[in-house]
């Protein structure tokens, strides 16, 4: 590695103006990184105070794509909100449907047979694979990289995306798994044809990494950036890659077990400091770690149904209660919190999610740093606007 | 981990003024809850956090449930005097039982890799009575979802470092999650209304004029 | 108009004739910068249709301006909320003239799947006109690609004098259209009266 090129050197460090007692001189600017912006990843808006370039209060403000997810979850019957789960995080549908379906299954008490089950975590990591690949596409994108890495993450999602509209339909809006299993089966050919691309897959990060692990851009405008504390960390209810990366040995899919995840060997990638570089390799090694998964679930997957033949989709009543479901997201803990009274519909819907959850600290991230690294800082804490506001 | 009932024992125990209910929960792969009275809400979650055996560090989620007023009939049987011989009458009953606003939290633990542990805590009504502990201070996690129930259903939480709108915009009145919220009239143009929709829509259809009614020719 | 048998003679020689109109509209409908207004899902498709499998640069529209005075062409992908509809308005007036609107999706058309709610504007249609609309949930990029191609007839199509000529060219027609204010519930107003009237429809 470039020793050379480790750490920023210390001529970059921005100090605020001092007169004799101390005090700052001069006023502080209030600027609002407004809802339309190049690079806040959607509607989403920043009200910042600046000392110079020095960041002294951050405030984010949401709710411009509030487009009131549970409200209707409650006047519409349970099978008919699976095309709004795919809404939420638009990026990752087939994860938001698998958390939705575990969740009303675990209401009912429905089970899944196993090829649906195989099935169900090749879609996830598949999106898991597309999502941090757009996802390091983008944060590169913020820090200057102006499209060209975008455009190779792009053509790589757009073959993921060719296998989703295969099988569902849809190339993002797939609304595939159902309460007892998936909507449709895979053929052979398709499996093929997703073996091949994971094992090309592997040749592609290689090739990606070259060019941005070692970037000496990266690496300056990474490292040491907005460190985090295991503490601050867990306190904060983050999830995800985000908490991994300050180094907490936490992953849904390790802890609950849920799915067939037990059966598989993987590894859950930790880091150290939780600065912006943490961040970024999290997500790297992320997606070796789900290409270790796709190969053994391709290997494994068992023939037989896809959903059990007697159960019933319309007309779905179950018992009243309530549960709280969750999965491990591209994003973070995506959990479904259903009250059901016994009718159609859902007595109470919420959505647990990541991306708003884990921007609750963004002011302290930022606190200290420059202005230009408030935009790489909300990068990397990868939120999806349909799911901070639902 | 802990059944909800040892839980409830050990708290009890530390914190004697505690009032602490564990509800049934007729799923049976949901959660048993703990609910627990508004003024040791902040108490309980603090041991609940630090607790060696518990260690809930990480709270996963913060919902608000609006039950609004509901009207239950019973039929019950009373012995009544009918046509003079005392017989028993089946007769309904109705009661009243108050609206309240109710928050959960779901709390995980970290380090410890267990879970989850189901907190209630209910408001007195739904007018004014609206005021919980805030438990941000515990978990930092919770204050944006704290900010976000104020919002939509009008729980005020004391102790709660910036208690402002999130998601709809400031100068909006109302509480719009509440099963009486009553949304604003923009039904004009509705191509393929049904159920409530339609009968919203048909508030803005012209009004057709009166058919004209033709004598009937008796054959 | 000149006819094709001299137009073709004159090609062989270097002379190419055309008409004032055709070269404006040829430069204008073949340079269209859309302004980076995604909103929500549909951004993603609008980004697809951006990169390098559904070339949008193929079709003049390669540069996506962030600021409005720079843009020509402002595609509303995604839901427009009551909270951002004001936003959204005020950005088209900023926007210079010519200027045109594509509305993409089932949501900037009429509310698309959130329709029934309190906080989601039923059609970004009410405060801006719109040239273009596409209908999908997302829309395909091939469709935004379509709705480009669209636009661009259009363009070429408009006469530069009449009673019908483009609202760029005619000083009496304002382009500027009112922002909506936050009320208590709603916006206010809640369409713009002179834009929008609900279509009868015959039931």
């Given at each position: 590695m470039n020793a050379f090129a480790a750490m920023p050197p210390k001529s970059f460090e921005v100090k605020p103006k001092l007169d004799e007692s101390g005090a700052s001189i001069g006023e502080l600017l209030e600027i609002s990184m407004g809802p339309h912006h190049p690079s806040t990843h959607g509607v989403f808006r920043m009200d910042v105070v600046l000392d110079g370039e020095k960041v002294v209060k951050l405030k984010p403000v949401c709710g411009y794509l509030h487009r009131n997810h549970?409200?209707?979850?409650?006047?519409?019957?349970?099978?008919?909100?699976?095309?709004?789960?795919?809404?939420?995080?638009?990026?990752?549908?087939?994860?938001?449907?698998?958390?939705?379906?575990?969740?009303?299954?675990?209401?009912?008490?429905?089970?899944?047979?196993?090829?649906?089950?195989?099935?169900?975590?090749?879609?996830?990591?598949?999106?898991?694979?597309?999502?941090?690949?757009?996802?390091?596409?983008?944060?590169?994108?913020?820090?200057?990289?102006?499209?060209?890495?975008?455009?190779?993450?792009?053509?790589?999602?757009?073959?993921?995306?060719?296998?989703?509209?295969?099988?569902?339909?849809?190339?993002?809006?797939?609304?595939?798994?159902?309460?007892?299993?998936?909507?449709?089966?895979?053929?052979d050919e398709w499996l093929a044809r997703t073996k091949q691309l994971v094992a090309n897959?592997?040749?592609?990060?290689?090739?990606?990494?070259?060019?941005?692990?070692?970037?000496?851009?990266?690496?300056?405008?990474?490292?040491?950036?907005?460190?985090?504390?295991?503490?601050?960390?867990?306190?904060?209810?983050?999830?995800?890659?985000?908490?991994?990366?300050?180094?907490?040995?936490?992953?849904?899919?390790?802890?609950?077990?849920?799915?067939?995840?037990g059966r598989f060997d993987f590894k859950v990638?930790?880091?150290?400091?939780?600065?912006?570089?943490?961040?970024?390799?999290?997500?790297?090694?992320?997606?070796?770690?789900?290409?270790?998964?796709?190969?053994?679930?391709?290997?494994?997957?068992?023939?037989?149904?896809?959903?059990?033949?007697?159960?019933?989709?319309?007309?779905?009543?179950?018992?009243?209660?309530?549960?709280?479901?969750?999965?491990?997201?591209?994003?973070?803990?995506?959990?479904?919190?259903?009250?059901?009274?016994?009718?159609?519909?859902?007595?109470?819907?919420?959505?647990?999610?990541?991306?708003?959850?884990?921007?609750?600290?963004?002011?302290?991230?930022?606190?200290?740093?420059?202005?230009?690294?408030?935009?790489?800082?909300?990068?990397?804490?990868?939120?999806?606007?349909?799911?901070?506001d639902r | 981990m802990e059944t909800p009932e040892q839980i409830k024992l050990r708290l009890e125990a530390a914190l004697p003024t505690a009032k602490i209910e564990i509800l049934a929960n007729e799923c049976a792969a949901g959660e048993r809850s703990l609910l627990v009275d508004a003024a040791s809400g902040f108490a309980v979650a603090k041991f609940l956090r630090d607790d060696a055996q518990l260690k809930l560090d990480y709270c996963s989620n913060v919902t608000g449930v609006d039950w609004p007023d509901k009207e239950l009939t019973e039929k019950i049987k009373v012995k009544q005097v009918v046509d003079g011989v005392e017989k028993e009458v089946e007769e309904v009953k109705k009661t009243l039982r108050p609206g309240l606003l109710e928050v959960v939290y779901h709390l995980y633990s970290m380090e410890l890799k267990h879970g989850p542990v189901v907190l209630r805590m209910r408001t007195g009504n739904r007018a004014e009575q609206t005021h919980l502990p805030s438990l941000t201070p515990v978990w930092r996690g919770a204050e944006f979802q704290e900010r976000e129930i104020f919002d939509l259903y009008g729980v005020i939480f004391d102790g709660h470092?910036?208690?402002?709108?999130?998601?709809?915009?400031?100068?909006?009145?109302?509480?719009?999650?509440?099963?009486?919220?009553?949304?604003?009239?923009?039904?004009?143009?509705?191509?393929?209304p049904h159920d409530e929709v339609l009968d919203a829509a048909k508030k803005h259809y012209p009004v057709e004029a009166k058919a004209e009614v033709k004598p009937e020719v008796k054959a | 108009m000149i006819e094709e048998g001299l137009k073709n003679e004159l090609q062989k020689q270097g002379v190419y004739v055309t008409s004032l109109q055709e070269l404006y509209n040829w430069g204008r409908a073949n340079s269209v910068w859309p302004l980076t207004f995604g909103l929500a899902c549909c951004a993603i498709e609008m980004m697809a249709a951006s990169m390098s499998r559904f070339d949008l640069a193929r079709f003049g529209a390669e540069v996506f301006r962030p600021s409005p005075r720079q843009a020509d062409l402002m595609i509303?992908?995604?839901?427009?909320?009551?909270?951002?509809?004001?936003?959204?308005?005020?950005?088209?007036?900023?926007?210079?003239?010519?200027?045109?609107?594509?509305?993409?999706?089932?949501?900037?058309?009429?509310?698309?799947?959130?329709?029934?709610?309190?906080?989601?504007?039923?059609?970004?249609?009410?405060?801006?006109?719109?040239?273009?609309?596409?209908?999908?949930?997302?829309?395909?990029?091939?469709?935004?690609?379509?709705?480009?191609?669209?636009?661009?007839?259009?363009?070429?199509?408009?006469?530069?004098?009449?009673?019908?000529?483009?609202?760029?060219?005619?000083?009496?027609?304002?382009?500027?259209?009112?922002?909506?204010?936050?009320?208590?519930?709603?916006?206010?107003?809640?369409n713009n009266p002179d834009l929008w009237q609900p279509p009868a429809i015959q039931r």
């Open positions: 549970e409200k209707i979850g409650e006047n519409i019957s349970y099978l008919a909100s699976m095309p709004y789960t795919d809404r939420l995080d638009y990026f990752c549908s087939m994860t938001n449907n698998w958390a939705y379906a575990l969740t009303i299954e675990k209401l009912a008490g429905l089970a899944v047979p196993e090829r649906a089950e195989y099935i169900r975590v090749i879609m996830a990591e598949l999106t898991r694979l597309q999502n941090h690949t757009s996802l390091i596409g983008f944060f590169v994108h913020d820090m200057g990289a102006l499209g060209t890495p975008l455009m190779y993450a792009f053509r790589e999602r757009e073959k993921i995306l060719d296998l989703f509209e295969e099988v569902s339909g849809a190339r993002m809006m797939c609304n595939y798994m159902r309460f007892g299993g998936v909507r449709v089966d895979v053929n897959y592997s040749k592609f990060l290689d090739e990606f990494e070259t060019f941005l692990n070692q970037n000496e851009i990266l690496l300056a405008r990474t490292q040491g950036v907005s460190p985090l504390t295991k503490e601050q960390a867990v306190n904060a209810s983050l999830t995800g890659p985000l908490l991994r990366a300050a180094g907490v040995n936490y992953d849904v899919r390790k802890v609950d077990k849920y799915g067939i995840y990638p930790l880091g150290e400091h939780g600065d912006l570089y943490d961040r970024y390799m999290m997500r790297v090694l992320e997606m070796r770690e789900s290409i270790k998964i796709l190969n053994q679930a391709l290997r494994d997957i068992p023939a037989g149904p896809v959903m059990d033949p007697k159960a019933k989709l319309r007309g779905f009543r179950p018992k009243p209660g309530e549960v709280y479901g969750r999965i491990e997201s591209p994003k973070g803990e995506l959990g479904f919190y259903i009250i059901s009274d016994g009718g159609p519909n859902p007595y109470r819907y919420r959505v647990r999610p990541p991306s708003f959850i884990n921007i609750t600290i963004l002011e302290d991230m930022c606190l200290g740093h420059r202005v230009a690294d408030v935009i790489v800082i909300l990068g990397s804490v990868d939120i999806v606007l349909g799911e901070v | 470092p910036d208690l402002r709108r999130i998601l709809m915009w400031d100068e909006f009145v109302g509480f719009p999650m509440r099963r009486d919220y009553i949304e604003p009239d923009d039904f004009e143009y509705e191509p393929t | 509303v992908a995604g839901t427009v909320t009551k909270k951002m509809a004001p936003l959204v308005v005020r950005l088209y007036n900023q926007m210079p003239e010519p200027k045109y609107v594509i509305a993409m999706g089932a949501c900037a058309i009429s509310g698309g799947p959130f329709k029934q709610g309190y906080n989601v504007l039923k059609g970004i249609d009410r405060y801006l006109p719109v040239d273009v609309a596409i209908p999908g949930c997302p829309p395909r990029p091939e469709a935004l690609i379509h709705a480009i191609m669209t636009l661009q007839e259009k363009i070429r199509n408009q006469k530069l004098t009449g009673p019908d000529r483009p609202r760029h060219l005619n000083a009496e027609i304002e382009g500027e259209y009112p922002v909506p204010a936050y009320g208590k519930h709603d916006l206010e107003p809640p």
